[in-house]
């Protein structure tokens, strides 16, 4: 496999950060989930949040570096039978995506930011990330956390749409097939 | 040969024998008695003033302020011996449940199982049990901590700062790691070092 992306698949390198970034990402969403019902055990949700917080930062710097290389690399063409429309959904789908791997842990870097608490996000215990130059309030701490909710479930339902089509176009490949980020779907 | 002078004619010596030996043992155990029941020759005895100041700080990875904090219920007593400052002591009991930052929400952390338990363990206590003189006006104290039911050794710095009639005042300083009591929770993004500033008012 090519490090690069070729014209009609995904290199190495474009694998491996769609792959990190998806498992993480996957992960991060019951993690966030579980800070919030875990209120009964305060010192687990302390615990729980450190995590959080830290898996949300290493999001952060690899999906920077993805989409610096997404968008330094050529795009692997459509198979020629993939209807406009599918192309057109698959594209702004990717699109909102990497944009989410971006936005929803930069809110979550606010809510560290706004909030009256001002807990240090000590990234696994190693360095610690400042927080964001923002005015430090219950009521702005309350926004961010509900636009990070939002956000993040509204990516957990594009997930699942996104990983049913690729499922759909390795099941049925003349339904106008995906490049394929699978392994066994290496073509050069 | 003269006889020997019995003190107790009618005894033998056996018998008086044990009867010494059974008066040295009742001395014996009536002594800790008589000795608590005056704590020490020339100590005065205080009461520890509601209005005494408990702070403590916890410091945080970065820059940050960290913790900052006090016990505003505290109770307890000294005694001082003003000829013999070894032959003080002092016993501080703090409510758990009054711990306050300043900040609801981490007030409410502190007194959880997270940290304190104050539900479970409501009182934390010091009992000094030795007082090292350090200067004319100054001594290290030591004794038994007990926080969230754990015991452990301790040690303070205190110096006299204020005396006046039925008054007297400490200065009190001491850093205790919070690990050993169970109260880990947030290690190394707070610091496991409890700083302690306090200014003990005593009321005779
Ligand atoms: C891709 C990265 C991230 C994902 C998918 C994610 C997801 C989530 C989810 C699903 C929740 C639960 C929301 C709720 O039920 O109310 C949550 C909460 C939270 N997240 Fe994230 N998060 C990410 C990154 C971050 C980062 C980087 C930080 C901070 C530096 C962060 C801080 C928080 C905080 C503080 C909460 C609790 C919000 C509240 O109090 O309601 N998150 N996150
Ligand atoms: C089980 C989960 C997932 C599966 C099966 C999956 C599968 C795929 C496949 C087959 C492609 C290639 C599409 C093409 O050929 O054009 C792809 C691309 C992509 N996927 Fe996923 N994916 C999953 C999870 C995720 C997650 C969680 C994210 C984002 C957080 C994500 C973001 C993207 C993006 C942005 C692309 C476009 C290519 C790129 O820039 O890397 N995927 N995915």
Redesign the pocket.
């Known amino acids: 496999m090519m490090w690069r992306n070729t014209r009609t698949a995904?290199g190495l390198v474009?694998?491996l950060?769609?792959?990190t970034?998806?498992?993480l990402?996957?992960a991060q969403i019951p993690l966030g989930f579980l800070t919030q019902a875990t209120a009964q055990n305060p010192a687990l949700q302390f615990d729980l949040y450190q995590w959080h917080k830290s898996t949300g930062f290493l999001i952060l710097a690899l999906?920077i570096l993805?989409?610096l290389w997404?968008l330094t690399s050529r795009?692997?063409k459509?198979p020629s039978g993939t209807k406009p429309t599918m192309q057109c959904a698959?594209h702004m789908?990717?699109?909102a995506?990497?944009t989410?791997?971006l936005a929803i842990p930069l809110t979550g870097w606010a809510i560290a930011s706004t909030s009256p608490l001002q807990i240090p996000s000590f990234f696994f215990d190693l360095v610690v990330i400042p927080n964001l130059p923002m005015a430090v309030s219950d009521s702005a701490e309350a926004i961010w956390s509900q636009l990070h909710a939002w956000l993040a479930y509204g990516?957990a339902a594009?997930?699942v749409m996104?990983?049913g089509?690729?499922?759909f176009?390795?099941i049925r490949p003349e339904a106008g097939?995906?490049?394929?980020?699978?392994p066994q779907?290496s073509r050069r | 040969m003269t006889e020997q002078i019995k003190p107790f004619p009618l005894m033998d010596d056996a018998m008086i024998n044990s009867l010494s030996r059974l008066t040295a043992t009742l001395v014996l155990a009536a002594a800790p008695a008589v000795l608590a029941l005056q704590p020490s020759y020339a100590a005065n005895h205080y009461r520890i003033d509601p209005a005494s100041h408990i702070g403590f700080h916890v410091g945080q990875a970065g820059d940050g302020a960290g913790i900052s904090g006090t016990f505003p219920e505290v109770s307890g007593s000294f005694d001082i011996d003003r000829n013999d400052l070894a032959h003080s002591s002092v016993a501080v009991t703090l409510r758990a449940g009054s711990i306050t930052t300043g900040q609801g929400r981490i007030d409410t952390f502190l007194r959880s199982n997270a940290v304190f338990d104050a539900t479970n363990h409501p009182e934390i206590t010091f009992r000094s049990t030795r007082v090292v003189p350090t200067g004319p006006k100054s001594a290290t104290i030591e004794g038994i901590l007990t926080a969230r039911g754990q015991s452990r050794k301790e040690a303070f710095q205190a110096t006299l700062v204020d005396e006046g009639g039925a008054r007297m005042a400490f200065h009190v300083t001491g850093d205790i790691f919070r690990m050993p009591y169970g109260m880990g929770i947030g290690v190394p993004i707070y610091s496991n070092v409890v700083t302690f500033d306090m200014q003990l008012q005593g009321r005779r």
């Not at chain 1, 097939?177 to 699978?182: A, I, K, V, Y």
């Open positions: 995904y474009s694998r950060l769609h792959w970034v998806a498992l990402f996957i999906a993805r989409i997404s795009k692997p459509e698959a789908a990717h699109a995506l990497l989410m791997t990516a594009l997930i996104h990983a089509a690729a499922v176009h390795a097939s995906l490049h394929g980020m699978l779907r």
